[in-house]
């Protein structure tokens, strides 16, 4: 059974500052990985979409990367902004064909003026 | 809007009533699913479909009854709900595994 674990469960950092979001997963079967932001009380927004092909993935101030044979995805975001401060979840499909999503636990990023 | 949209926003109920949420999706997507999001709780997956056919439920109390008329709608039917259901419930869609999800914005439930 795949198993997602974020770490940290909780980051503050100031502005300005770059900073790394990890996610480790238990089953390297993975087809892609994806990345989401959530505000509070509201619904999950994606960020990048990582196929088992690639290493990485690029959006603006957002650098993705996937190492499948070590089970590990990190997400970098570059000079933060108060407005990243969300929860960030990292999410799997276990193979190609299987619909399920094996979501992380999260990790709740604060970024201090 | 991330294309996939879900009315209402806020819903609050009695315990005695029925409802009913909505999830409309134009993205040629044709895997449609409901979560549940409790508060400080991992998301928790519902209900499946997969070309307007139901293919997971994982044990949901029969007050939850999905329905998908076609590939851009689905609803959640609820009735005679109790508090601890109160939650948000999100809707989203895919093509099949391999092209990312799109979530929408949720409905947040109360249960009085």
């Known amino acids: 059974k795949q198993e997602v674990t974020q770490i940290p469960a909780a980051l503050s950092v100031p502005e300005g500052e770059n900073l790394v979001l990890n996610c480790s997963f238990t089953d390297s079967a993975i087809y892609n990985l994806q990345w989401f932001r959530q505000d509070p009380g509201k619904g999950l927004t994606s960020l990048l979409l990582?196929?088992?092909?690639?290493r990485e993935q690029t959006s603006g101030r957002l650098n993705a990367s996937l190492d499948k044979s070590s089970g590990r995805s990190t997400l970098y975001i570059a000079a933060s902004q108060p407005g990243d401060s969300a929860t960030y979840l990292c999410?799997?499909?276990?193979?190609?064909?299987?619909?399920?999503?094996?979501f992380g636990t999260g990790t709740r990023l604060t970024i201090i003026p | 809007e991330t294309g996939v949209t879900q009315t209402p926003r806020h819903l609050v109920m009695g315990m005695t009533n029925k409802k009913s949420l909505k999830c409309e999706q134009h993205?040629?997507?044709?895997?449609m699913y409901w979560y549940k999001q409790s508060a400080k709780k991992p998301l928790e997956l519902m209900f499946v479909y997969s070309l307007e056919e139901r293919v997971e439920n994982n044990s949901v109390p029969s007050r939850f009854s999905p329905e998908c008329p076609n590939s851009s709608h689905l609803f959640l039917h609820l009735h005679t709900l109790q508090p601890e259901d109160s939650a948000l419930y999100l809707c989203?869609?895919?093509?099949?595994?391999?092209?990312?999800?799109?979530f929408g914005s949720g409905t947040r439930l109360t249960v009085v």
């Open positions: 989203a869609s895919s093509q099949p595994a391999g092209y990312g999800y799109t």
């Open positions: 999410a799997v499909p276990p193979n190609f064909g299987n619909e399920k999503l094996t």
């Open positions: 993205l040629g997507h044709n895997a």
């Open positions: 990582i196929q088992s092909s690639q």
